[in-house]
């Protein structure tokens, strides 16, 4: 069995700073679902793209990295983030949608915005909700998947944490722990993921905190 890494998207909203700090374990954690009478469409825009395989056996590679951090602007200067120097950039984005994500050579660390436009106010309850769903179906297949309830946050972004297992195609197991917070304000959602191997956390928990601190949107910039 090949191992696979994730990659993913999320959304918070705004306009403003999100600021939170990374939470090294899910703790008090079960796998959420949502009976909220939420219309079909709307988030139907918000996913995480399926996770991707890699061949490196669990015990062949190296630990994840971070190094230095540079800062990043969006090129219509929607928003800013610190991200790794050395981590690869993708862009997913597409009219009216921007989604950007970074991920290590090995795909063992992902860091993920996505801001796009949404109108119907939706309250703290419906997007935790809606958080959750996307990364239970994304992560579904994966061992040992826990998602956190959703937590409000004193910017009124709504925090949901999550960790899972992944089988190397050795045998060997890796758990691995994710952020995601997700806010709306003024017609946007922005949201965001951060993802780290389990083990690692205390050795990357400075320049963790310091990339989710560093999120920044800019008022009155439209989504290209």
């Avoid at 998207?9 to 899910?26: D, M, N, R």
């Amino acid at each position: 069995m090949q191992n696979r890494y994730p990659h993913f998207s999320w959304s918070v909203t705004g306009v403003g700073i999100l600021f939170a700090l990374f939470v090294p374990t899910v703790a008090n954690t079960a796998v959420v679902t949502s009976n909220l009478p939420i219309s079909p469409t709307a988030i139907a825009r918000l996913d995480l793209t399926p996770p991707s395989q890699s061949n490196s056996p669990t015990n062949s590679r190296p630990l994840l990295k971070i190094g230095g951090l540079k800062n990043y602007r969006h090129p219509s200067n929607l928003f800013s983030i610190d991200v790794p120097q050395k981590w690869q950039f993708e862009n997913l984005s597409k009219p009216k949608h921007v989604r950007v994500q970074w991920q290590d050579v090995n795909k063992e660390g992902l860091v993920c915005v996505e801001i796009f436009n949404f109108y119907r106010q939706l309250n703290e309850e419906e997007l935790g909700a809606e958080l959750s769903k996307v990364i239970g179906r994304v992560y579904k297949s994966y061992p040992q998947l826990n998602i956190s309830l959703p937590v409000t946050q004193p910017n009124g972004a709504v925090r949901v944490t999550w960790s899972y297992r992944d089988k190397s195609s050795n045998g060997s197991i890796v758990t691995y722990t994710g952020n995601s917070f997700m806010r709306q304000v003024s017609g946007r959602i922005s949201a965001t993921y951060y993802v780290v191997p389990s083990p690692q956390y205390t050795q990357l928990k400075a320049p963790l905190n310091q990339i989710i601190r560093s999120y920044q949107i800019t008022e009155g910039v439209e989504i290209p």
